[in-house]
């Protein structure tokens, strides 16, 4: 083997160990994060499990992100100084690599909540405090849930601890009127549980209920929700209440749920 051919072999080695790790290290955090929930859709284990490795993937990923950028950026700055022949595809497996590491970190981020809000540790919101609508066709999808339908009896806490949190951190979510009728509103309230997503559960025009799951994409958590339609004098009014099946802290998502519908109704 000549010279030359021994110091263009030398370089070569270090951009193919440099692309590389960044790739290993980049998909092997991308796959962490995907079997977080992966293992919840496949029934390989409950969400208790992909919160772990959820949190493990956020616990290490930043270093590991910014360790894949770092060897990207690296073998790219080398493969022009050095002028390594054919080196393309080992800065193409560095940038995958950082590519994949930067998503799965930022994926289990986006699940942290601001450092400025502070979320009640509650999981049951009801636009009505003091009567809160009543699951009549959900309740027995619900058998094996850790939460309760009763307001206010799950871990630990009372209605009206759960009334004043909810007054403190929603006060926006109360009874919504509307002029227009009754049906009017019911025919609307079930075209927002459609465009939601959601899965219609019941319809009682007569009662005027709609029941309704939403399931969450990542841990595919399933919050359950009763919209209530009544005629009070002139007026329609509304109530909502939004239930997850598991969890201490919803960390605002049902009251992200409930104003989405509430901003369907008002359109």
């Not at 993937?57 to 390594?84: D, E, H, M, P, R």
């Not at 899965?199 to 841990?219: N, P, Y």
């Not at 399933?222 to 209440?241: F, H, L, Y």
Request: net charge negative; proline share 4%; aromatic share 10%.
């Amino acid at each position: 083997m000549n010279t030359e051919t021994t110091e263009q072999a030398k370089p070569r080695l270090w951009l193919k160990i440099g692309g590389l790790a960044s790739l290993v290290l980049g998909l092997g955090l991308g796959l962490l994060t995907l079997a977080s929930a992966a293992g919840i859709w496949l029934g390989f284990w409950d969400f208790r499990r992909g919160f772990s490795l959820l949190g493990a993937a956020n616990q290490y990923g930043q270093w590991l992100a910014w360790t894949c950028l770092l060897l990207a950026a690296a073998t790219l700055i080398a493969s022009q100084l050095l002028k390594v022949q054919n080196a393309g595809k080992f800065v193409s497996f560095a940038a995958i690599g950082a590519l994949v590491a930067w998503v799965a970190y930022l994926i289990p981020e986006s699940f942290r909540p601001g450092e400025d809000v502070n979320y009640p540790p509650i999981h049951d919101i009801s636009t009505n405090r003091v009567n809160p609508p009543e699951f009549v066709a959900v309740a027995p999808l619900r058998a094996d849930a850790p939460n309760t339908l009763v307001y206010g009896g799950s871990n630990n806490m009372t209605p009206q601890r759960l009334i004043e949190l909810t007054d403190e951190a929603y006060p926006d979510l109360v009874t919504r009127r509307y002029s227009e009728p009754v049906n009017v509103i019911f025919e609307k309230a079930l075209a927002a549980v459609d465009d939601l997503g959601w899965e219609l559960v019941a319809q009682d025009a007569s009662a005027g209920r709609i029941e309704a799951t939403d399931t969450t994409f990542w841990f595919r958590f399933k919050d359950d929700v009763v919209i209530k339609i009544d005629q009070q004098g002139s007026d329609t009014a509304v109530d909502v209440r939004s239930v997850s099946r598991v969890g201490t802290g919803d960390v605002g998502a049902n009251a992200i749920r409930m104003r989405k519908l509430f901003a369907l109704l008002e359109n």
